[in-house]
């Protein structure tokens, strides 16, 4: 297996390139890539539509592809993903822009002529709205949240739902510290309605300036680990699935999901997940001496079981992405190694080998090495890389 240095794409395996981008920044997603790396993956394989991501997250890779006139496909496990993916992707007229401009004004104005909680029952998984919300915000939101509910055009309705859950973190008292919530009572929190606002005008100015109309994407909710595509059907494949790093998404993004309406269903979103983290029912995986133990046993001894859980979950993810590809194509994934338990696993060398054993070909991209500081062990390097895997 081939490394090659890559430091000048290394930037772009994250989100920050994009922060100033139009329409790609429209929803914060800190496990995003950039889309320049897209673009230069299409560029170097000369891929063709269909471009497929099987873990779309907020995106990059179909508002790239349309950006460059490619058709694309993307499938992701939560719906939260599906919906900012799809909301970004779409194509909007002059009609549309007029429309929704006058709707923001006009729930905006309506805010505060119901009782109570605008008639919207806001649920959160991990804490109550009040812990989290100055009740100045929790009015507007519900407000805003009820009326979108009401709007009949399909298109209108997720945008202003797009706008309305891309402001939450900015007007709660929440912090986002890695993988986990928490709750700062003197974090300032923003005004729901200025920041509302602010974010539509915002929205309608990009797609004013940077609005796009090409062939739209398919993105649905579905699994990587069984895609509901044909055999040999997408010509490329550029993607990150979650990194072993315990961030369990629908945590992270539990206030989204939650004004989204999903907390019923939020254990089945988190059961559909790659097993990037275990949460308490850690206890139920059991290790066998199968392919994957085999694999993990050579690279590092006796694996932790949530390295176990998520090669094993990675290895189906492949055996996917190899049978939906047509011969030739090459499939670009982002991924992150990881020290667990003093162990430094290197997620991008075991996938590649997995890749190969598919019969595929691979070589790793590397874009950047960190160091983290491991008791006894000193520093270890930890990459960021790309594996690249052709089916042949
Ligand atoms: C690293 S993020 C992808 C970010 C994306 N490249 C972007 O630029 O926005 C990983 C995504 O995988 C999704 N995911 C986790 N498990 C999944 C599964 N089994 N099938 C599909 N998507 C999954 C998560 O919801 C998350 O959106």
């Not at 909301?87 to 429309?99: E, G, H, L, S």
């Not at 059907?233 to 993607?239: L, P, Q």
Request: hydrophobic content about 40%; aromatic content about 8%; overall charge neutral.
């Amino acid at each position: 297996m081939k490394f090659i240095e890559k430091p000048e794409l290394g930037p772009y395996m994250t989100f920050q390139p994009d922060k100033r981008r139009p329409i790609f920044n429209w929803f914060y997603y800190k496990e995003a890539f950039s889309s320049h790396l897209v673009s230069q993956l299409i560029k170097e394989f000369e891929m063709s539509g269909p471009v497929l991501d099987p873990f779309v997250g907020a995106g990059t890779v179909p508002l790239e592809c349309k950006y460059e006139g490619i058709v694309s496909i993307g499938r992701d496990a939560s719906p939260l993903a599906v919906l900012v993916s799809t909301v970004k992707c779409r194509n909007y007229d002059d009609v549309f822009i007029t429309q929704a401009s006058a709707t923001c004004d006009k729930m905006l104005s309506s805010i505060g002529k119901e009782k109570g909680r605008g008639g919207y029952e806001w649920g959160l998984e991990l804490f109550s709205p009040e812990k989290a919300f100055p009740r100045r915000n929790i009015e507007a939101i519900t407000s805003l949240r009820s009326q979108i509910e009401e709007i009949e055009d399909m298109r209108l309705r997720e945008f202003m739902l797009v706008a309305l859950i891309s402001i939450l973190p900015q007007v709660s008292y929440v912090l986002k510290d890695g993988g986990v919530l928490k709750i700062m009572e003197n974090k300032r929190a923003g005004d729901a309605k200025a920041l509302f606002r602010k974010k539509v005008k915002m929205m309608l100015r990009d797609l004013r300036g940077y609005g796009v109309a090409y062939d739209e994407p398919n993105i649905e909710v579905g699994s990587a680990k069984h895609l509901n595509l044909q055999d040999n059907s997408v010509n490329g494949i550029i993607t990150s699935p979650p990194y072993l790093n315990n961030v369990d998404y629908t945590k992270v993004y539990g206030m989204e999901l939650g004004l989204l309406g999903k907390v019923q269903g939020i254990k089945e979103i988190r059961e559909g997940m790659v097993r990037s983290f275990i949460g308490r029912n850690g206890s139920h995986i059991k290790m066998e001496a199968d392919y994957v133990y085999e694999k993990l046993a050579a690279h590092i001894g006796t694996p932790p079981l949530i390295a176990y859980a998520y090669f094993t979950d990675m290895l189906k993810v492949i055996e996917e992405c190899h049978r939906v590809m047509r011969s030739g194509a090459v499939c670009a994934m982002v991924v992150g190694n990881a020290v667990l338990q003093r162990l430094n696993i290197e997620c991008d060398t075991i996938l590649a080998e997995m890749a190969e054993d598919f019969g595929m070909e691979s070589e790793v991209w590397v874009g950047s090495v960190r160091h983290a500081d491991v008791p006894v062990k000193g520093k270890l390097p930890v990459r960021e890389s790309a594996i690249i895997i052709k089916k042949i």
